[in-house]
């Protein structure tokens, strides 16, 4: 029992002069804010959002002294917080008519913040070597011959086609009713299911045909290669059971809450102001999902590299 | 030996009977199948919503319409936030996140360590102490200590409101006949309804934050410490109560001086459940902003970065198995701390506090001998060795199952008259178990086709029902193992634990390349969940058949394999119903789970009406007719063990 108690008093002893060697607490105080105020950005889950996201909060703490608060939240949460003032601002929306209708239209808890420069693609995506060894493939016409290569256990006598995401609106079981294509739609349900179905598809020359969207980070590793369905022209879907037509190309924009555009401060200014491309997405994307960099991280290896575009952003004074 | 076995089954001529018009009904179903196959199916497309859907749509987009008028909302609801609110933050800010204009937490990790160490110290005993020691101090050796400290946080919050709220009502359904008789509709709904149905909701009602994590949190962990607590309440021996009304005492001294104390050892296994259930929900809470591992793991999986996500889930793992070694032990047996050891580990504990307060060394877990990269990467290594080596086997073996038993069973199902089946239903739910099963089991069917998602209910049931003969199949096959070699138990018990609190998003990666996206990786996930629950409860009920028993068998010169067929698995009867019972109510609970996988059905129903604002009232639907699903199951289940075991 004395030797227990011997030990402790050296072990005390020890931690206590270890201690005195140490930094304290406090010694080194961290930045301030400016009048930017706090910014609460919403970060829908996915990696071209979170290049979206992470640009637009390193430009708002570094240049603005914004505080940025990030929020992890799906597409439906997130919406919902511009009216219960969770959220500020959402900045890359793939379309969601339902949801502006109910947020813009109905409620007028969230206004339009314009385009992020960034085009959005939905469609039906192979892999690049099954379009690189049957290139009549990438013609809907097609599909129908090569259905039986495409069947799996989940799909019965039919061909599969993956669909995934359910965040995503997908026209697919009325495509393929109306395009007459012996195929039946599977639902993996997640973006993660596409994904591994594609790289595998692709590794292991299987066949594959899903439903998929650019841009995305994927589409730098594995070259998709998307199949052409019947043009898209404007009301072609119009009615969702009679949709023949390809998916129409998307401008991705942003949105604010009503409240945040009304007080129009410098966060709002540079959410406004903020326009990039695909290519430039695509870079920062690549850091965070390929590179393994941070976030913030690969925000300001981008921004430093294009400081002419970060200052077109900011709000002028 | 035999004879033992035997005396208890029915009359043989009884059985027989039974089994014939057990094989009439099928006989009959499957001829009726063949005549009227994809006829009145009540089949709903994927985007074709009912007007029920439409209708619960319409009333949530009136509750979010109306949330800054309504008094409700300022009032109630607003008020709980606050306080739930203000309780996590400042855990929070105790032991995770930066605050009081320090940029660091008020206790760093060196007191946290120690904390750890010194209250499993005087719970548990010293083993366990080192154990919590060597826990803590890996999680900071991932390089996940701040991450861990926010989920410790939210899980403390959660486990605590849960305690307080459900001890109480516990306590109640142990004393009440009638409380019990509401409370357990309640709960059964509480714990089957799917997480992604309410996550949504609840932020409309308590906001972004802390507040609806923990909240949604204790919706599914609150269940059990009610439950084990009025269990423990009720089996307190009648005669002691009664020995002490005798004696003069008031309702409420017989509770607080004999049925809580005798019903003490109990109810803290309840508060291991709870704690349990709370680690469970910390991914699917990050969904909504939830702080700490769980944010790790979902960020990580959108690169389909398993290393990643894999080192974090281990956290929670680590942390789970502390915290159930923990109250394990607390339950097992009450312990008093020699007054020194008392006195020096509080003295410790406050030395390290302080230090952890004022140096940052102590403060900020900062290491030379970080393994975190390490665990990546060898996950990573494997994940990928198995994705490149194995799919060749394993696509067969799902193909198979596919075909020879996922296929069958769900076209009699799925395919057949929704009428026929539910005729069938009802009558094998009478022949089980009698005329009250037959009628539950009619409701539930009611509800079904009111959900209008019969169809998908009849296909996620075949799934179902695939997932729990596997978990059967090994519960029997390990759980013997284990219940007859302690040594085996000892090595595969926390390789079970792993298995049920390792966040499912992990694992999800490389099933997929193995099964692709497909009915049959659902099954796995679903098995991966719930065969642990089975082995486990197994392997007790054989540990529990009494050894002379075996030892009489084995004298009589059976073999191994004749003392597990005859003897301890017959004997062990109530221990296979319970986990035949308990195998499907988790294999329920990963419905969800698998519509992110292939599942379909009401899986994808859930997760699409989570992600899409007009599949909502679909998705709403989907989840109540999982809890329909569920509790018919559970209540078929309950009889016809009710049934084998007297």
Redesign the interface.
Known sequence: ?AR??VL?AV??GA??L??CG?????????GATGDCGTFNLAIN???GY?ANAAVLAYVAEKELKCKVTK???????AW??F??G??DAVVENWGHD??RK?YID??KTAVSAGSTGVKGQIGWYVPPWLAKEHPDILDWNNLNKYADKFK???SGDKGQL?DG???F??ND?ALVKNLNLNYK?????????????F??AEK?KKWVLGYFYSPQ?LLNEVKLEKVKLPAYTPGCDAD?EKIACDYPDYDLDKLVSKKFADANGPAFQLVKNFKWTNEDQNTVAKY???D?MKPEDAAKKWADANADKVKAWLPKA | MVAVAAARQPPRVFQHKKSLIFAGVVLAWLALWLVFRNAWTLSLGAADLTPLHRWINEVNDAVGASRNSNPLFLYFFNEIRLVIDEFVTFIQALIAQPSFGRPVPVIGWLGVVAIAGFVSLVVAGWRIALLAVAGFVFLGLQGLWQESMDTLSLTLAAVVISLLVGIPLGIWAGLSDRANRILTPVLDFMQTMPTFVYLAPLTLFFLIGPASATIATLIYAAPPAIRITAHAIRSVPRNTVEASESLGATRSQTLVKVLLPSARKTIVLGVNQTIMAALAMVTIAALIDAPGLGKTVVKALQTLDVGTAFNAGLAIVVLAIVLDRVTTAAASERRTLPRWALFGGLGVTGVCVYLSYTYLWAAEFQSDVEIGTAIRKGATAVTEWAQDSLPVITDGFKDFVTFALINPLQALLAESPWFLVALVIVALSFMIGGVRPAIVSAVCVGLLIATGLWQDSMITLASTLVATIMVMVLGVVVGVWMGRSTRADRFIRPVLDAAQVMPAFVYLVPFLALFSASRFTAIIAAVVFAAPVAIKIIADGIRAVSPATVEASTALGSSSWQTIVKVQLPMARGALTLAANQGLIYVLSMVVVGGLVGAGALGYDVVAGFSQGQLYGKGLAAGVAIVVLGVMLDRLTQAAAKRWTN
Do not use: C, F
Request: net charge negative; hydrophobic share 35%; aromatic share 4%.
């Open positions: 029992m227990h108690n402790g072990l005390v931690l206590a270890a201690g140490g930094a304290k607490v406090g010694d080194t105080s961290s889950p996915w990696v979170e929020k992890e939240l799906k597409e439906e949460v919902q917080g009216g219960t969770e959220v339902d949801l109910k109905e409620q799996t256990s989940e993956l995401d359910p965040s609106v997908t079981e739609v599977v639902y993996g349900g997640s973006e993660t299911a596409l994904i591994q179905a790289r595998q292991d980070w969702a965070i999902a390929e393994k």
